[in-house]
């Protein structure tokens, strides 16, 4: 009975569901925090000094290019 119930309110069974709202959103959220991630180890990364960046192989330069020239 509680499963016709729920079928009635017009919620599809789990298998023939869409992407729906709540996917989606967590599809978009994934999307931001995987482009926001660059810029944030860009900003620690520059707040380290001269010589920890090239024993890392990195160069402030190219950090600063990244970002826009644009400091933290």
Request: no cysteine; charged share 25%.
């Amino acid at each position: 009975m509680m499963a016709r119930a729920y079928g009635e309110i017009g919620v599809a069974p789990a298998g023939s569901r869409g992407h729906g709202v709540v996917r989606r959103a967590v599809a978009r959220m994934n999307h931001v925090r995987d482009r926001q991630m660059p810029r944030y180890v860009n900003g620690y990364q520059l707040s380290l000094d001269d010589a920890t960046l090239a024993t890392f192989g990195f160069d402030r330069e190219t950090h600063e290019r990244a970002l826009g020239g644009s400091p933290i």
